[in-house]
């Protein structure tokens, strides 16, 4: 690629860069049509693999989501492993008050006679 050619920042990702349809003057190089890029981008995109605003869940061998999907947590279950997962990283004490009341609010609903 080309430093001397315009580029601007791809919207489907913040490490994305995507080339306008300018003609590199000093060597004279065609950047990728935006269709090659969305096709080329289709095929790297995991979901699983990706997070999406922020990065409090990268060095987890799984995101939260799928940990709590491939163990048939419920919503309130979920919130807690993920608010557990992120405090350090994300929102601190918050998370684990949010946490807290989460598990207050599943005593209640599925335990309280």
């Given amino acids: 690629m080309c430093d001397n050619n315009k580029m601007m920042v791809c919207s ?3 490490n994305c860069i995507y080339q306008k349809n300018i003609t590199c003057s000093s060597c004279e ?4 049509s935006l269709d090659e890029h969305v096709n080329e981008l289709a095929k790297r995109y995991i979901p699983t693999e990706t997070q999406v605003g922020g990065d409090h869940y990268k060095n987890f061998a799984i995101q939260p989501a799928e940990f709590c999907e491939r163990n048939k947590l419920d ?3 979920s919130c807690v492993i993920k608010r557990m997962c ?3 990283n994300k929102n601190g004490r918050e998370d684990l008050e949010k946490a807290k009341h989460e598990i207050d609010l599943i005593l209640e609903i599925k335990y309280s006679g």
Wanted: charged share 45%.
């Fill in 12 to 14: 489907t990702t913040d």
């Fill in 29 to 32: 190089s065609k950047p990728k």
């Fill in 75 to 77: 919503f309130l279950e």
């Fill in 86 to 88: 992120r405090h350090e």
